[in-house]
């Protein structure tokens, strides 16, 4: 899609529907731009921090898409004149950039969920209100609304998730068989042929088999106090068929893209990763690419949906901007409809709305699939940060060979101690 066409598309769907949002955690309300009138023209001056790709050429944007989604946004906002200052700086780089300066850090940003609690705590973040924090909980699945949610209330504008899921060679499985890992397991692909891929020994993926398993970890992923039941009975068991599946000779530890090479090999079946590595895959199955949502597990004789931490990223408000009211509008609108279509149509990233038309796009299809209806939301509490260590430990000492039958059960009740206790 030429830029010209897309400025169009975008400029249409601002006037005609207008853009009202709340002023940073005031929850008052914008008027909607208004093209005509003899309104003064207020001069606003924005800083915008984006990652390097948003500001990279690509086809059809010389300049990068960023800068092209701002100054449509400008040219709808005829009641603003905007200047624009644009600054680098990645979603998973925000907490540590916009909190060694927050008063001179970017007016709008983008950042990973998982930083809010710093941020918000740091001054670095605004609670959004009005218009916008209604927007943000009319349009986005309820996981995606959680994650941009602390403290009861709402700070970001979430355009992409972030999560992990399942890709798989159809030259091995139907897409029948890739709904049961067991299923899965007990085919027989052939001599030196892995069945199964994945990295036990990472903490962001071994909780999959918890929640499998019906366990759970903060409650809902809100509640500190509801702590983590992962040596539950149900829990243990869950230790125990990851114990059982390490030692498989169908299965295969991802370590260091080890599965993209027996992808490439032809030998092995299905593979836990996520959309960056999409490209890769592709390239190594061709014809055989699949991607879905994660498969159901059967553990202590109960099926159960294997679920992947989900998270987002967002686009977020300082509340030390000078211009509040500008600031939330345009947060809103680079994680509304026109932009999403935008970011996936250039650079392949997911949308969270359903209302974007991905097509035939397998991995798109999986990634939205897998939120919908096969994730957990990671826990944006301080809580959480002691869940890593604990838990990466598990799953390396279940590849070592260090937890076994005879000990799964004490291992687990040690590694939900380190949880609850503030790590190990």
Known sequence: MKKKRVLAL?????????????????????????DGGDAEVQEVDLLVWGPQEDQAALEGYDEGILKAMCEAFDEAHPEWEINF????????????????????AGDVYF?????????????????????????????????????????????????TSNTWFMYYDKSKYTEDEVKSLDTMMAKDLGEGVY????????????????????CSIFGDGTDASAGCDFNSD??????????????????????????LALFAEGKLG?????????????EALGENFGAVKLPT????????????????????????????????ALAQYLGGEECQQIRYEARGITPTLASIEVGDDEVAAAEMSEIKEASFLQPVLAEMNAYWTPAETMGKE??????????????????????LSGGL
């Open 270 to 282: 299905a593979y836990c990763s996520g959309s960056w590595d999409a490209a890769a895959i592709r």
């Open 297 to 328: 597990v059967n553990i202590n004789g109960q099926e159960g949906q294997m679920r992947s931490f989900a998270g987002s990223k967002a686009i977020g408000v300082n509340p030390n901007c000078e211009y509040p009211e500008v600031a939330v």
């Open 10 to 34: 975008i400029m249409a769907g601002l006037m005609t529907g207008g853009l009202m949002t709340g002023c940073g955690s005031s929850g008052g309300d914008e008027p909607a731009a208004d």
């Open 111 to 159: 950042f990973a969920n998982d930083q809010i609690p710093t941020l918000a705590d740091s001054g670095a973040l605004a609670k959004l209100g009005g218009d916008t924090e209604q927007w943000v909980k009319d349009n986005n699945e309820q996981t995606m609304v959680q994650s941009v949610t602390y403290n009861d209330g709402i700070y970001g504008v979430p355009f």
């Open 398 to 419: 279940i590849i070592q060979g260090d937890v076994t039958a005879d000990n799964a059960a004490e291992k687990t009740d040690a590694m939900v101690e380190g949880i």
């Open 195 to 214: 069945n199964f891929a994945f990295p036990m020994d990472n903490s962001w993926y071994i909780e999959a088999f918890y929640f499998g398993a019906g």
């Open 234 to 259: 149900a829990g243990k068991a869950a230790t125990q068929y990851m114990v059982e599946l390490a030692a498989n000779p169908k299965y295969s530890n991802e370590k260091d893209g080890s599965s």
């Open 85 to 104: 200052e644009y600054g680098v700086c990645g979603e998973g780089d925000a907490r540590d950039q916009v909190t060694k300066d927050v008063e001179e």
